[in-house]
């Protein structure tokens, strides 16, 4: 054997921790090497935590949404339009969201939002 400054060295993990790694790990587009690196820990430990925890850690602990981002947004009018309504009160009520140049979205007064986060995260991913 070795002397002792060669041996290794093992490290204690609080379950915590180890749990945020694990979550960490199962994030959308996470990889477990990257996330070893950013903790400093093997990779082949993450994969016995991530084994030991599963995907639970991952929604138990996850980190909280990323923030929102600043979009950068443009008021015009556009007269004339196909189908419009032609009261001003009428036309106030609706909101159009142009998404990467290729689609529009037209929001009236009654919208789901959880339907058009979900339909703006897909398109937004595109």
């Known amino acids: 054997m070795g002397t002792n400054s060669e041996r290794r060295i093992n490290k204690r993990w609080p379950e915590a921790l180890k749990r945020e790694i694990v ?12 996330v ?7 990779a082949n430990q993450v994969f016995t935590w991530r084994r030991r925890y599963g995907p639970v850690a991952a929604s138990v ?5 990323p923030k929102p981002k600043l979009l950068p947004v443009t008021v015009v009018s556009e007269p004339g339009i196909i189908g ?6 009428a ?6 969201i ?29």
Not at 23 to 34: E, I, R
Not at 61 to 65: F, H, K, Q, R
Not at 101 to 122: E, K, M, Q, T, W
């Open 98 to 126: 142009e998404v990467a140049g290729s689609y529009v979205i037209r929001i009236g007064p009654h919208f789901n939002a959880g339907l058009l986060r979900r339909i703006l995260d897909v398109l937004v991913r595109r």
């Open 84 to 89: 419009a309504p032609s009261s001003a009160s």
């Open 61 to 65: 602990t996850a980190s909280p949404a």
């Open 36 to 42: 070893a690196r950013q903790y400093d820990v093997n």
């Open 23 to 34: 979550a960490a790990s199962f994030a959308p587009g996470a990889s477990v090497s990257t």
């Open 91 to 96: 036309i106030s009520d609706v909101v159009e």
